[in-house]
């Protein structure tokens, strides 16, 4: 497939034989070819050798490629690299008890599809390395625009000197538990396992990100991982007159340097500055290095940085350095850095522990807790005091039989803080199969999938309740372990599955409320078995990862699904409904297929060029909006809304997906009214004006907050609204508190004159 006209040859004559126009086609579903352009022929010449090439447009074929199930991976928007195709990997459980029959699986429809091994593209104006991707750089590729890395993305390099990704200006979409990694071929711990990988990756002669020459650009990094880089980070510094490089809450693991500055050439007053905020060095010759001298210097400030085994943590000689709140061990060479309230020490022995795969958290009893001083940025305290330097408590993997109720146990750096670099919080990390058990989950807390023999963070094996309910201020997080630790090789498995619904039909169940799901490219989030299980999502947000619906009965209310890829199915569940209000696909995949008995209904949810495909047909389908239709739309299309751009979105309180109050196109414009939705105390403007008594608007809602940021609370009795109206339609109903009126106590029984001799609860 090419994105060019290049050919040589549209008839190749063998004397005998002769070999005419070629044609693809497009498999419908149906076995009926559908003949979609001419395959070109080009003749290469490689190593002393001329193969002969046939490839088609890709223009040619770009719609179709919307109409392709999940398992094709290739979707639209994606940049011009290589890109990989990825094939669901069969999970391992635990064994089925003795005594239970073996089922059949049911064959699969006929369905779309054009098979490809891979699309290379050129270099462009603008590049989005996508969330749900992994990518595979072999050569050179130049962004002249904004090279713009999203959360999950995983970008792979071969050990050939000229992989590197070329920009003057990238923005990072990255955040917590959500982070970009940059790392070799050879790394089988994140995004797909690439063919010829020997799953040993080591110290590589690529530079991963050459950011050339500034101009008037800064350059800010957050949230990213770079393993087995030579320079992971590096570019000439010339001309400049009021720029900086700012790096967040990124780890750098066994790389030659992780940021390389050549041909200094500062012109504003003092050195060129660079801050390293929260980072990780582990295994690098260099930090910072330079070949600047003279007048023209980088003023380098370190903050809670730890670096371990380093030769040298910056090697200009003329460079101004400060480091706080940091720790140093095993670094050789700590020249011209000045220190305060930092810790440096010749070996690493006893100061870290590590767990999974994360190897730099403090030691038990730690001296170096509380030791640091707030005396640092103020975006940067608030920062790490969401982090911690505490581990996760690991649960065995294997069957969970008892009841238990997880809580936010790793200690968040809310006191005076730590030194050094601080993790994104797991307070526990699993791997169990719930037998005739309850689990609950209080919220704040972060879960950990991390897999050992089985590959699974929760299975719901046999009568298993799940319960996890964050706030809106306090979510719970279901995420992958290498969302956040850094070693590639440890005894956690790649390619699990964060949640499996159960294989035979029982009295499971899943719940989840304001519950933020994470992954890296090419992760599955959830699988269902076989069996109809009720899983419920509410408020619940999802960023990236592939989510296979084909047993859940699921009831997905006012949900994000960030670049997810959805398979919602009954093809194994019998007359199983499937229930989506008010939710906001944004890209990503949603394949519907219904040919049974049980109620599907899409309503008022918004499809932001999402690529969608339905086969079967939906009950109750009405009030969507789309924009552009070019991604397939749900049918029927009754009261539907088609926008020709995404809405102009504003980033709020509690997120970035408020609509802007011109947008009357969306707002008050659903199928039924937000009491009847559960939506009365939420909003989708930054104005937060409730929803209250109106029409309930199209798609993901927030919960209304004041003035103070935090959640509406008329009654001042400390407890929000809409925790208080907990069924959500701004009525007391039995069992709530009255949202409205101060001191209302509910349906509290307070005993003044208790009977002698009577138990007191």
């Known amino acids: 497939m090419t994105n060019g006209n290049a050919v040589d040859d549209r008839i190749l004559d063998f004397g005998d034989m002769k070999m005419g126009p070629g044609e693809a086609f497009f498999l419908n579903g149906q076995d009926e070819p559908v003949t979609e352009g001419s ?42 690299l290589r890109r990989l195709a990825l094939l669901d990997s069969l999970r391992s459980g635990p064994a089925l ?21 891979y699309a290379l593209l050129s270099s462009s104006t603008n590049l989005t390395l996508q969330g749900d991707s992994t ?28 992989a590197q990704l070329t920009a003057t200006n990238i923005v990072c979409l990255t955040g917590p538990y959500s982070p970009g990694v940059f790392t070799s071929i050879n790394d089988n711990s994140v995004g797909s396992v690439i063919t010829g990988s020997t799953g040993a990756p080591a110290q590589s002669a690529i530079s991963y990100i050459d950011f050339g020459s500034l101009g008037t650009n800064s350059l800010l990094l957050r949230n990213l991982r770079f393993s ?6 590096f570019g000439s510094i010339t001309s400049l007159d009021a720029n900086s490089i700012e790096i967040w809450d990124c780890q750098f693991v066994n790389c030659a340097d992780a940021l390389w500055a050549s041909s200094v050439s500062y012109t504003g007053s003092g050195g060129f500055p660079i801050a390293l905020y929260n980072v990780l060095l582990t295994g690098c010759g260099n930090g910072v ?85 707030a005396s640092i940025p103020a975006a940067l305290l608030a920062d790490l005091q969401t982090a911690t330097t505490y581990p996760p408590v690991v649960i065995p993997a294997g069957w969970f039989t008892n009841d238990y109720t997880f809580f936010p146990q790793a200690q968040r750096d809310t006191d005076t803080l730590d030194l050094g670099y601080h993790y994104c919080p ?22 950990a999938a991390y897999g050992t023999t089985y590959d699974y963070g929760v299975y719901l094996y046999t009568n298993g309740v799940f319960n996890c309910a964050g706030t809106a201020t306090n979510p719970n997080y279901l995420v992958q372990y290498n969302t956040v630790q850094e070693q590639s090789n440890n005894n956690w498995t790649n390619g699990i599955t964060t949640f499996f619904t159960p294989d035979l039909l029982d009295n499971s169940s899943a719940n989840f409320a304001f519950t933020d799901w994470s992954a890296l490219s090419d992760a599955q989030e959830i699988a269902g078995g076989g069996a109809a299980c009720p899983f419920a999502l509410q408020n619940c ?69 999402t690529s969608n495909t339905l086969t079967g047909s939906i009950n109750y389908c009405s009030n969507n909006a789309y924009v552009t239709t070019n991604f397939g739309v749900l049918s029927p299309t009754n009261s539907d809304v088609f926008l020709t751009n995404s809405p102009a979105f504003e980033t709020g309180a509690l997120g970035q997906y408020y609509y802007p109050a011109t947008q009357t196109n969306l707002i008050h414009e659903g199928r039924q009214s937000a009491p009847a939705a559960g939506l009365y105390h939420y909003t989708v403007t930054t104005n937060n004006i409730i929803e209250g008594a109106n029409i309930v608007s199209i798609g993901f809602h927030y919960v209304a907050v004041g ?22 339609n701004g009525l007391v109903n039995s069992g709530e508190i009255d949202w409205q009126a101060a001191g209302d106590m509910g349906l509290t029984v307070i005993i003044t004159q208790p009977v002698n001799n009577s138990t007191i609860p």
């Open 39 to 80: 395959v070109t022929k080009q003749w290469v010449h490689v190593n002393n050798g001329t193969y002969l090439v046939e490839s088609i447009p890709y223009l040619d074929i770009s719609n179709l490629l919307q109409q392709l199930p999940h398992a094709s991976n290739l979707k639209h928007g994606r940049g011009s």
């Open 97 to 117: 008890p003795a005594g239970r029959p073996m089922k059949l699986a049911k064959p699969q429809a006929a369905s779309p599809r054009l098979v490809m091994d």
């Open 135 to 162: 990518y595979l750089l072999t050569s050179l590729v130049n962004i002249t625009g904004t090279a713009t890395l999203e959360g999950g993305t995983v970008v792979k390099y071969t050990n050939s000197g000229t």
């Open 228 to 233: 087995y880089a030579n320079d992971a980070i």
């Open 289 to 373: 290095g330079s070949d600047n001298s003279g007048s023209s210097y980088l003023s380098i400030s370190a903050i809670n940085v730890t670096a371990d085994h380093a030769a040298t943590f910056q090697t200009g000689t003329s460079n101004a350095c400060s480091a706080t709140n940091s720790l140093f061990t095993s670094v050789t060479n700590l020249s011209g850095v000045s220190l305060a309230s930092c810790y440096t020490n010749s070996g690493s022995a006893g100061i870290y522990q590590i767990v999974g795969a994360g190897g730099y958290y403090l030691a038990a009893g730690s001296p170096y807790r509380d030791a640091g001083t």
């Open 426 to 447: 797991f307070d526990y990390a699993i791997a169990i199969a719930l037998s005739n058990v309850t689990v609950t989950v209080l919220p704040g807390t972060a879960l």
């Open 541 to 609: 947000q999802f960023y990236t990862g592939n989510l296979t619906g084909n047993g859940p009965v699921i009831i997905a209310t006012n949900c994000l699904f960030q670049r997810a890829n959805f398979t919602v199915t009954d093809r194994t569940t019998g007359n199983s409904s499937q229930t989506f209000y008010n939710n906001l696909f944004w890209e990503g995949e949603l394949s519907v297929t219904h040919h049974n008995t049980g109620s599907y209904t899409f309503r008022d949810n918004l499809f932001i060029q």
């Open 707 to 728: 003035s103070n940021g935090l959640p509406l609370d008329t009654n001042g009795d400390g407890t929000p609204d809409y925790l208080e109206d907990a069924i959500g």
